[in-house]
Nanobody, 127 residues
Framework: EVQLVESGGGSVQAGGSLRLSCAVF?????????MGWFRQAPGKEREGIAV???????SYADSVKGRFTISRDNAKDTLDLQMNTLKPEDTAMYYC????????????????????WGLGTQVTVSL
């Protein structure tokens, strides 16, 4: 059974930093897979913000590019998201997810393409 467990969320002031981590249990893929971070604010659709594939290639949403960094530790089976220069509009529930196969560039951040999800960790950024 595949399980993803997020941690590291919390409350921070604008301009601050947080590091999210996703522990992966029972990872089903040996190669050709993607993993990513997604977020959902109240009343808004879930959106992809950062993904990484089994080749190490990354993609970011424009809203977080230059501020967030996604990384994968294969030895520890974790997926991290370093978030710097946080803004109030970054407030949301953050989820990690994974899927089999490599996705075309246009759809790498599309949350509907992902199969396994964690329960999320809340990030709140205040002024």
């Amino acid at each position: 059974e595949v399980q993803l467990v997020e941690s590291g969320g919390g409350s921070v002031q604008a301009g601050g930093s947080l590091r999210l981590s996703c522990a992966v249990f029972g990872f089903p893929y040996s190669n050709n897979y993607m993993m990513g971070w997604f977020r959902q604010a109240p009343g808004k659709e879930r959106e992809g913000i950062a993904v990484i594939d089994s080749d190490g290639s990354t993609s970011y949403a424009d809203s977080v590019k230059g501020r967030f960094t996604i990384s994968r530790d294969n030895a520890k089976d974790t997926l991290d998201l370093q978030m710097n220069t946080l803004k109030p509009e970054d407030t949301a529930m953050y989820y990690c997810a994974t899927k089999a196969g490599l996705t075309d560039t246009a759809y790498r951040l599309a949350y509907k393409k992902y199969d396994y999800w964690g329960l999320g960790t809340q990030v709140t950024v205040s002024l």
